[in-house]
């Protein structure tokens, strides 16, 4: 009888972790490098409160063998084996499967060729890691032996007069007993709204331990690893705050990332670690975010920093070009490997638009200051106030150094495309937050970025993302007479962290959804007096699979507004003194990186690397960062490819 894997679907808890286990296994047991290489040949379904795997059964007279006409699928070692160089991507065998267990999957290439459970015949410790992985021993290798023990079981419950069907669940129920989240205490909104300092307080040992506690370590690749574009080693370093181990958690978070404390505070931890955390329909998701944070905030303290007395000091020269997360990413790597690092930045501090563009309720600079020190005690040198193009020379850098890094982020602004864009009073959101921030730091007022007086009036924020979420709480603590929120879909489709919303709705902020801005009104002097709106309903989904609002006939009304934020995201800005220099760009103005024979972070300029928002557009404070690495990394297999020749 061919072998197959079953699933106990009581005792399923939906972690994921069979479907992690059966991709890493088919990797030499390492992460995907990109999200749309996460194949698995396990599935896990999930129907409301209940959870289950599917699975290639290997049939004894498989259909999908007989429908192969290239016999790239067999019947070897007691189950159905597929031979991928022999596929040709006909789709017979996935039409013939009755269970949906073969599916097709693009390769390099981009042709779609089947793909199959194969029962890790070829897995060095020749077991099924999906098996070995699941905490609940849901899942099973069945063979003669197995199904004769599962046919005697029920006929002995049978015989009892028990359910035959389901099994107890005792290994799942015991699981999941675990006490509910509590997090981090958050100050109260009448007091957070009149300061800008940080409104979440970090835990002590006590919530701590407890927290950590919680956690149900699913396995050490889990769910929670994987949606963490670092794939930060969660729940060891979870299980080392449980066990005390401080210091080695902190040694544990830094394998992986480069600011996890800046992640701790800063990262949409709902739509990422923990928003897959197994618990989270349970008791609450384990506040991950809160633990990295005091790893790293504790270990500081206690005097950690990072070691480098092994280091080698290399021949080799790297710039940087920005100081925001990618390029502070991209440096720490190359730190570590010997490599001297100089980061040119053109702002006053490093961090880019986390020092400048994130407000300090969410992130204080101190933190920041903190890091930039151990950098440097580290051999990174910051060349702060340093505009490339302006103070230093592109030539000069690629003259005088080994590889170059673009980590230099997008500041483009958006415009709406409505009437009235350019009235009195009509700001963007990044220069606002940058002024606001450089206001709160004590630096000079900027020509580039003046601060608008906001106090007393009424300020409406056009975007429903994280930055109009800080544009509006913000305008809260600037004194504003009133701060709206209008956004043209409904509150589910709002693309920020859930978790801003609603600090910014405790903090008095309106919400006004289903509301699209048609024209902007303005007074005599040329100053904006109201915002016209149409409201909107959800429509068909678009490309993207997020519906499209389309405006309802004879919905028009207008919004008073002496202060109107544009929020709709970050583009590409312009860099002239790349031109000329061989590096392309796409149609959007981003930094073509990868392909025709090049690494994935190397432009079509063999010495000059890129990565982060300046690549693949705005987005997260962690994606960003994973781009610098990986980066550096590729960077220095290039150094030692060289030394080998």
């Given amino acids: 009888m061919n072998k197959f894997i079953v699933a106990d679907a009581a ?19 390492s992460w995907p490098l990109a999200r749309h290489e996460f194949t698995p040949r396990i599935h896990v379904i999930s129907q409301q409160t209940a959870s289950n795997t599917t699975t290639c059964r290997h049939c004894n007279d498989a259909p999908c063998v007989t429908s ?50 194969d029962l890790c015949h070829q897995h060095p410790s020749g077991q099924q890691q999906c098996v070995a992985a699941c905490p609940t021993q849901a899942l099973r290798l069945m063979d003669d032996d197995g199904l004769a023990r599962l046919q005697r079981e029920r006929q002995r419950r049978a015989a009892q007069g028990q359910n035959t069907q389901r099994s107890p669940a005792a290994n799942s129920r015991e699981f999941l007993k675990k006490p509910p989240r509590k997090g981090a205490e958050k100050l109260p909104a009448e007091l957070r709204k009149t300061h800008f300092a940080e409104i979440y307080r970090g835990l002590n040992g ?24 670092l794939h930060n080693h969660i729940p060891d370093f979870i299980r080392l705050v449980k066990e ?28 990422l670690c923990e928003g897959a955390c197994t618990l989270k329909n349970h008791h609450g998701a384990v506040t991950v975010g809160n633990l990295e944070r005091y790893i790293t905030d504790t270990a500081l303290t206690m005097g950690w920093r990072p070691d480098m007395s092994a280091v080698s000091p290399r021949a080799e020269r790297v710039a940087v070009i920005g100081a925001g997360p990618a390029g502070l990413g ?122 608008t007086e906001i106090h007393g009036k009424r300020v409406v924020v056009l975007g429903g993302g994280d930055t109009a979420m800080d544009c509006l709480r913000t305008s ?67 490309p993207d699979g997020r519906r499209r609002p389309r405006p309802v006939a004879g919905s028009e009304f207008e919004l008073p507004a002496d202060v109107l934020v544009m ?29 025709k024979g090049r690494t994935s972070t190397q432009t079509t300029h063999a010495r000059i ?33 060289k030394e080998a020749v």
């Fill in 11 to 29: 005792e399923c808890i939906g972690c994921h972790v069979c479907e992690v286990a059966c991709v890493t296994s088919h990797r030499q047991d």
């Fill in 68 to 117: 192969c006409p290239t016999d790239a699928l067999r019947v070897e070692n007691h189950s159905v084996q597929l031979d991928r160089a022999k596929c040709i991507g006909c789709k017979n065998c996935a039409i013939a499967c009755p269970f949906g267990a073969i599916e097709m999957v693009a390769t390099a290439g981009n042709a779609p060729l089947a793909q199959k459970c």
């Fill in 206 to 229: 006590t919530e701590a331990n407890y927290e950590s506690s919680r956690c149900l370590y699913c396995s050490q690749k889990a769910w929670c690893n994987w949606t963490c574009p």
């Fill in 244 to 271: 005390g181990n401080i210091i080695e958690a902190a040694e544990l978070c830094h394998q992986s990332s480069s600011l996890p404390e800046i992640c701790g505070r800063v990262c949409p931890q709902d739509r």
């Fill in 330 to 451: 991209c440096a720490d790597i190359l730190a570590r490997a010997g490599v001297q690092v100089d980061v040119f930045d053109r702002h006053p501090e490093i961090g880019g638009l986390l020092t400048f563009g994130i407000p300090p309720f969410k992130l204080d600079k101190s933190v920041l200051s903190q890091r930039r020190e151990i950098f440097s005690e580290m051999g990174i040198r910051f060349h702060l106030n340093s505009d490339v193009g302006r103070d230093v020379s592109f030539n000069d850098l690629l003259a005088n150094y080994d590889a170059i890094f673009l980590g230099v982020g997008t500041y483009g602004l958006m415009a709406a495309g409505i009437d009235g864009e350019d009235a009195t009073g009509v700001i963007q959101a990044l220069p606002y937050l940058i002024a606001s921030t450089r206001e709160v730091m004590g630096l000079e007022e900027s020509q580039e970025y003046p601060l």
């Fill in 476 to 542: 809260i603590r600037r004194g504003a007479a009133s701060v709206t929120c209008a956004y043209r879909r409904d509150e589910l489709s709002m693309p920020g962290s859930k978790k801003e919303v609603v600090n910014a709705r405790e903090e008095g902020v309106e919400f006004l959804f289903n509301v699209q801005p048609k024209y902007i009104s303005r007074n005599r002097k040329g100053q904006v007096t109201a915002v016209g709106l149409i409201r909107t309903e959800m429509g068909e989904p678009g």
């Fill in 567 to 595: 929020a709709f995201g970050f583009q590409a800005h312009e860099m002239p003194w790349l031109q000329g220099h061989g590096v392309e760009l796409d149609r959007w103005g981003q930094i073509i990186t990868g392909g």
């Fill in 609 to 641: 690397y890129a990565g982060g928002d300046a690549v693949h557009g705005a987005d997260l404070v962690v994606t960003a960062m994973a781009a610098g690495r990986q980066a550096a990394r590729e960077m220095l297999a290039s150094f030692r490819l």
